[in-house]
């Protein structure tokens, strides 16, 4: 095997700065292991996947819609970064009520001028913020298949229906491992204990002949 023929060619990432785009997924990833300060906790997590208007890439010899994703951790607070992200695209802050009853799967199909900046290393480009389209400027639209999922709502046809490394996100949440937790015990086949050989008695020459 030559190791070039089958490594799989990386994707460049898209260039930093500001493109119109769509909101083409909304997914409720339940409960995930997070790491923060050193330390391990588990939280519940939604995530956002934006379509960048008239931005392709080719994957696997076939030109495809560009497309970035960006999940936060699920919080009420004021100083929470999706309650930053939330208010900075509708362009109105929440009141705390408003916002403990905003339903995320509103925004599927909404339009946004989203910031892209890349990791320090530039091997990534990553969603930094998102605004309102500018006034004057057409909202973009898409052809592509408009994604949604609620954990809570388990719907096998509708998981089934999502892109595959979303499901692979999905099935790390505390929420599937409950879900898909055997209904049975395992057994186990029985097992003989080992035969233990006699042991053998020294005799006066041999314990003298013992160094310890």
């Not at 208007?53 to 100083?79: I, M, N």
């Not at 491992?177 to 008695?201: L, Y």
């Amino acid at each position: 095997m030559i190791i070039g023929t089958r490594a799989k060619a990386k994707i460049p990432p898209v260039e930093p700065g500001s493109y119109l785009a769509i909101c083409v997924g909304v997914y409720d990833l339940g409960e995930q292991e997070t790491t923060f300060n050193g330390k391990t906790r588990y939280a519940n997590q939604v995530m956002f996947t934006f379509e960048l208007a008239g931005e392709s890439v080719e994957v696997d010899g076939e030109q495809k819609p560009r497309q970035l994703s960006r999940r936060f951790t699920v919080s009420t607070s004021a100083k929470s970064a999706l309650r930053k992200f939330l208010t900075s695209w509708r362009g109105k802050a929440f009141a705390d009520e408003e916002f403990r009853r905003f339903d995320t799967d509103t925004l599927l199909g909404r339009s946004g001028m989203v910031q892209v900046v890349h990791s320090e290393d530039g091997q990534y480009a990553n969603i930094d913020g998102v605004m309102q389209v500018p006034r004057g400027v057409s909202a973009p639209t898409t052809e592509s298949e408009l994604y949604k999922f609620n954990i809570d709502q388990w719907d096998d046809g509708t998981f089934q229906n999502l892109p595959e490394w979303v499901q692979e996100l999905i099935k790390k949440s505390t929420q599937y491992q409950q879900m898909h937790a055997p209904d049975t015990a395992v057994d186990f086949p029985a097992q003989e204990a080992p035969k233990q050989e006699p042991k053998s008695v020294p005799t006066p020459a041999e314990e003298e002949d013992c160094p310890f």
